[in-house]
């Protein structure tokens, strides 16, 4: 396992033609913030992160702030513009994706169509002991290619022989070539036993692969791959599927096919891009705490990409929020709930969103709009002092608001629209004598409330965000 650390990570694709000729024509309006009339589009900018060693990391964002593009890049799918990747203490910059002991599980998966669910879920396993078996591979291509004069002679014969012959002969060749590997290999001065060992088994497993199936000869690798893949398949409840093609799958199954398939493999980084967005609602909740499950189990460090902020909240030990290729805050779910570092972050966390109003700061401590002032508990006065005679950005949430008699620090509202969900209702009010201005209260269910009924709200004084109106940073109270 691995921690995984983005040093400086910046990412620029090429301006096409006509976006060239726009962002010439339009400089203030470039695509580039950074470098107006630029010939690139500057995708993700100074991104610096360290992903834990076994930690689940959720990436999240709106759509097209880059999150995609940051996986892809430490995937190796992407070549950085600036910036270093390190996997663990490996510096992954210029190692191909191959290389850099991830798996990746798409946005749109891909499922190798001409194999099985099972050898789906195998193939990453194979593949990845298969590495060590690369070099015999190719010693065997160039003796192969030395055998093709003798082959070109025996051609004439062939073209003559039925289905059945030539199945015999081409599994007789291949026993043949096993049985002189291992000639060949005791004969050298090398020998190791483990070696035999393996040779031996291929040999079985060459020898016997056209038996039915309850006569074949299983490998070692071969058991632990399928104790494996049964594990995953039972796990992400695939295990009715193991014998199907992948067009016999409706979507949601080939989608947790694919992540069966990352998640076989045991590497050292996983990373998920989205992978619940075909699944209905049932299946994406049971799904998710099976990826949670799953991952504490393989302690497997994991980057989860998706815009879904009740994924990110329940899924992740940590969020990352991204915005416009800038990451806007790294926290714990509830810390991101409870001290959003901006205006961006308050807004994004949280269903329905925080509302905001503009107010006018008196020190100490009086907070004053148009409709309603009142004063703020004393441990804001200390941060709030240079903002005295200011304006600033009130910010509170739908669940800190709350149904109460007239009273100067509260809101004279008219409800709008009434969401009765059964476990709670959300009001969508206005201010009474400012109709423009809108919000969201969260109400308890047992209240029945009609739309243009007028109503009196409580602001929780302890629950209060308030936010630098030029930075849009929040201000703490200490
Ligand atoms: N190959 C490319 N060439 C040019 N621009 C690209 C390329 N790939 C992505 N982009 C741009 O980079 C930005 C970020 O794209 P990315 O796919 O990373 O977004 P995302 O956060 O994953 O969005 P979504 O949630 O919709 O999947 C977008 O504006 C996109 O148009
Ligand atoms: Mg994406």
């Known amino acids: 396992m691995a921690q995984v650390v983005l040093e400086n990570i910046y990412k620029s694709f090429p301006l096409r033609q006509g976006e060239q000729e726009k962002a010439a024509n339009n400089v203030a309006k470039s695509v580039s913030p950074e470098a107006p009339g630029s010939t690139s589009n500057s995708v993700l900018r100074r991104i610096n992160l360290t992903v834990g060693d076994g930690e689940f990391m959720v990436l999240v964002g709106p759509s097209g702030c880059g999150k995609s593009t940051l996986l892809r890049s430490i995937a190796g799918l992407e070549v950085l513009t600036a910036g270093n990747i390190w996997i663990g203490d490996r510096l992954v910059n210029d190692l191909p994706p191959k290389d850099r002991d991830i798996a990746m599980v798409f946005q749109n998966y891909a499922l190798y169509p001409h194999l099985t669910v099972y050898d789906n879920l195998a193939f990453g396993l194979r593949r990845s002991q298969k590495e060590e078996g690369r070099r015999k591979k190719e010693e065997g291509r160039r003796k192969r290619e030395e055998g093709r004069g003798k082959k070109e002679e025996g051609r004439r014969k062939r073209e003559e022989e039925t289905e059945t012959e030539k199945s015999s002969r081409v599994q007789a060749e291949k026993i043949k070539n096993q049985v002189k590997e291992v000639i060949n290999y005791l004969a050298s001065n090398t020998v190791n036993k483990e070696r035999i060992y393996t040779l031996g088994e291929d040999f079985l497993v060459g020898a016997t692969r056209k038996l039915p199936p309850g006569l074949r000869y299983l490998s070692e690798r071969e058991k632990a791959v399928g104790k494996r893949v049964l594990k995953v398949a039972q796990l992400l409840q695939i295990e009715p599927l193991l014998n199907r093609l992948p067009k016999q799958l409706s979507g949601g199954q080939k989608q947790r096919v694919a992540l069966g398939r990352a998640m076989a493999r045991n590497p050292e980084v996983f990373l998920m891009d989205e992978p619940l967005s075909n699944l209905d609602a049932k299946l994406r909740a049971e799904t998710r705490s099976q990826i949670v499950q799953l991952q504490r189990q393989l302690g497997t460090t994991t980057i989860y990409v998706t815009h879904d902020q009740t994924e990110a909240m329940t899924m992740g030990d940590r969020i990352a929020i991204m915005n ?10 509830l810390e991101l709930y ?6 961006f972050v308050a807004e994004f966390i949280g269903s329905p969103p925080m509302n905001f109003f503009p107010v006018q700061f008196t020190a100490p401590l009086l907070i004053s709009h148009p409709q309603f002032r009142f004063t703020l508990p004393d441990i804001w006065a200390k ?5 005295d005679g200011r304006g600033l950005i009130l910010g509170i949430r739908p669940e800190h608001l709350s149904i109460h008699p007239p009273a100067t620090k509260n809101l004279s509202v008219q409800v709008e629209v009434v969401e009765a969900l059964g476990h709670e209702t959300y009001l969508r009010v206005c201010l009474t004598d400012a109709p423009a201005v809108r919000m969201q209260v969260r109400v308890p269910p ?4 009609r739309v243009g009924e007028e109503l009196w709200l409580a602001i929780a004084h302890d629950k209060i965000h308030l936010f630098d109106p030029d930075t849009e940073l929040a201000i703490f109270p200490r």
């Open 446 to 449: 047992e209240r029945s409330i």
């Open 338 to 343: 409870n001290k959003p570092a901006n205006l």
């Open 383 to 387: 941060n709030l002092q240079q903002y």
């Open 324 to 333: 416009g290729g800038q990451l806007q805050q790294v926290a714990q779910p």
